[in-house]
């Protein structure tokens, strides 16, 4: 069974430009996070989707947003970057609940922001 | 807010056991107790999840006393590739549904 993927690995842009991530769960997962990690903050929530309904999230500004599809894929979007933006962003999926269900996490999206 | 407490960060030699603590005074009732592994560069990884007592798998145990206030991670034996942060989790309900706090971790140095 494929792991979770997530594109692109690396990304460079600007302060002021936006940005969409993008994840694909493991096969049969309805539940899709998203964290973002830094080394000053460690690993922190942003928010999880399940069945296309954001139904948990983190405490991050309105410039975070995401979104699921039907089949379970799932993007975020960080509008108006800015350079604290600047992060590993990982993706974790799991069966139905993340909390009491093994999350599976992606390799993360590497975002650089100048 | 539910909390987890744990020391940054720890070292040990290659054979050792290595026992994690970590506090959680104010979980619920019906909350179970996760732990993730995170090598460099990488997404963390589920090691193990308990509810009470004692949880064993194949690699690493799980205690948890009747209080339930804290839990230990048991690494039997580690080697060097045991070098990695170490999670302890306990659900946040701050929205709708609950999510997992990862925070900073414990950060483990296996030398040789």
């Known amino acids: 069974k494929a792991g979770v993927t997530q594109t692109p690995r690396y990304l460079i842009k600007t302060r002021g430009q936006q940005v969409t991530l993008s994840c694909s769960p493991i096969?049969?997962?309805?539940?899709v996070s998203w964290y973002q990690q830094t080394p000053g903050q460690g690993l922190q929530f942003l928010f999880e989707y399940f069945s296309e309904t954001q139904r948990n999230k983190g405490n991050f500004p309105g410039r975070f947003s995401g979104r699921q599809f039907s089949n379970s894929r799932s993007e975020m979007n960080v509008s108006t970057l800015e350079l604290g933006d600047s992060a590993l962003y990982l993706c974790a999926s799991s069966q139905t609940s993340a909390v009491y269900n093994e999350q599976f996490f992606g390799p993360g999206t590497r975002l650089t922001v100048l | 807010l539910a909390k987890t407490t744990q020391p940054i960060s720890m070292d040990s030699y290659e054979g050792q056991e290595v026992n994690i603590t970590c506090s959680h005074n104010n979980i619920a009732t019906n909350d179970y107790i996760t732990w993730y592994q995170q090598f460099p560069s990488q997404g963390p990884r589920f090691i193990i999840q308990?509810?009470?007592t004692k949880v064993t798998n194949e690699v690493a145990s799980l205690f948890i006393p009747a209080d339930r206030k804290s839990s230990t991670l048991s690494l039997p034996r580690v080697s060097l590739s045991d070098t990695a942060v170490y999670y302890c989790?306990?659900?946040?309900?701050?929205?709708?549904?609950?999510?997992?706090?990862f925070g900073k971790g414990t950060k483990l140095s296996v030398k040789p």
């Open positions: 308990g509810y009470k």
């Open positions: 096969s049969g997962h309805r539940s």
């Open positions: 989790l306990v659900p946040n309900y701050g929205g709708s549904q609950g999510n997992l706090i």
